[in-house]
């Protein structure tokens, strides 16, 4: 095929199929956040649910005063059904104890510090095993939890102890605990807070972002009714609510809804306003899904990039890369005429990370954003469903973000796969 043919088989399959940034854009500017909210704690079962197999690393000093504590929170884990990783669960094969505990970190989940008075037994690196576990968890961004027991003065700590937990102090927040009860009461809390923020639900209408509840109702051929519930305090994004149930002279417009792992192209059929504080009403949106013409956009994906010679994960890896995680990918002006699949990965929006820096977004409000932008831009232009999509948690520099969708079948595009991970830098 000339070049000149390809190029006039790609301005037709574009004008036909309609690049999906022409027919819905980005909606991520002049965001309305209900900041006040907060993550309400989930009941025992949900925790237990979240627990469930997790794996959770337990690093501390192997002496007999960390000993009992060790013990402790070994038990908490296992109650909960949680899987804990450390020394007394482990037994190492055909690997040394030490590379052995370094493979536990990686594997693991969530990364939990006990410090006690003892800095440990430095090796040729100049590291005791608990610095040198600290140290991996950090490069892996592994979300950690620091707690250190009570001193009354510094000096009762190793010297190298004392040094690494000022360290640690500029990263994360760090509990002190005087009895076993008290750090397992402290851990509880941590851990509650953890996954609440992990499974509480955030929902995107257009540019108003709330958590709430979503129920939905679809029937072959009938389309599908969507009901989002929420308690609202913030007078501007309460106001624009109430606002979309309002008769428009234009008639009700499409907008697109975003919740979990789901993102639907949908009108507004009423809103609903309950009252029982001067501060907070209760808002129930009913909406009605429509039509959404991803597929024709992932059939034109198809095409396009099997034209370049790339498949549409390939395609979707750049965009990704470019577009949640602020990689510099540079394209040379010859390739950008010549790479017909380029317009599939080119940003249409700001970078998340900047976007999420522009509006101060931290901690639950910052995995709530990432989650809803992931989804929302993904389903947007290039359609299918996710397997999984973990964020977070937060830290003080960013999250982790990992996740695989798979595409919609279409037009030249065979099913598969893409995998999407990487760290977002706040």
């Not at 690393?57 to 402790?72: I, K, L, T």
């Not at 699949?341 to 409000?365: F, N, Q, R």
């Not at 030249?412 to 893409?418: K, T």
């Amino acid at each position: 095929m000339t070049a000149s043919v390809r190029i006039s088989l790609y301005l037709f399959l574009r004008d036909w199929g309609g690049i999906m940034s022409q027919e819905e854009p980005p909606n991520w500017s002049e965001l309305i956040i209900e900041r006040s909210a907060f993550a309400v704690p989930l009941s025992d079962d949900r925790y237990r649910a979240w627990m469930a197999g997790r794996r959770i690393f337990v690093s501390s000093a192997m002496d007999s005063e960390m000993s009992p504590f060790r013990n402790a929170v070994r038990d908490y884990l296992r109650n909960f059904g949680a899987t804990p990783v450390m020394w007394e669960e482990i037994t190492p094969q055909d690997q040394s104890p030490q590379v052995a505990y370094l493979s536990g970190v990686e594997s693991s989940r969530i990364f939990l510090l006990l410090l006690g008075r003892r800095y440990g037994i430095a090796d040729d690196s100049g590291y005791s095993p608990t610095n040198k576990e600290a140290n991996l968890a950090k490069a892996l961004r592994i979300p950690r939890l620091l707690f250190t027991f009570s001193v009354k003065d510094r000096s009762e700590r190793d010297g190298k102890l004392n040094d690494l937990i000022g360290s640690l102090h500029n990263e994360l927040s760090a509990a002190e605990f005087e009895t076993a009860a008290d750090l397992c009461a402290q851990l509880d809390s941590r851990l509650r807070e953890m996954a609440a923020h992990s499974e509480r639900l955030w929902i995107k209408l257009g540019r108003l972002i709330f958590p709430g509840r979503v129920s939905s109702q679809f029937r072959p051929k009938e389309g599908g009714v969507i009901t989002v519930t929420a308690r609202i305090s913030e007078g501007d994004l309460k106001r624009e609510l109430i606002e979309l149930g309002k008769p428009s002279f234009y008639g009700p417009g499409v907008m697109r809804l975003t919740y979990g792992s789901d993102s639907h192209l949908i009108t507004v059929k009423s809103v609903n306003s309950e009252r029982e504080y001067n501060t907070e009403d209760f808002l129930k949106i009913i909406c009605e899904a429509s039509t959404d013409r991803v597929g024709d956009s992932f059939g034109m994906l198809g095409i396009l990039s099997s034209m370049d010679g790339k498949t549409p994960s390939e395609v979707a890896d750049i965009w990704a890369r470019r577009t949640i995680f602020s990689e510099e990918i540079q394209t040379s002006e010859r390739n950008r005429r010549h790479d017909f699949s380029d317009s599939y990965s080119i940003p249409e929006t700001k970078p998340l990370a900047a976007i999420l820096h522009s509006i101060g977004a931290s901690a639950w409000v910052a995995e709530g954003l990432t989650q809803l932008f992931i989804v929302e831009e993904v389903s947007r232009r290039y359609g299918g469903h996710f397997e999984y999509l973990e964020i977070g948690p937060s830290t003080a520099k960013g999250l982790v973000v990992k996740g695989k969708f798979r595409f919609p079948g279409g037009m030249g595009a065979r099913v598969e796969s893409a995998v999407i991970e990487g760290f977002v830098a706040f």
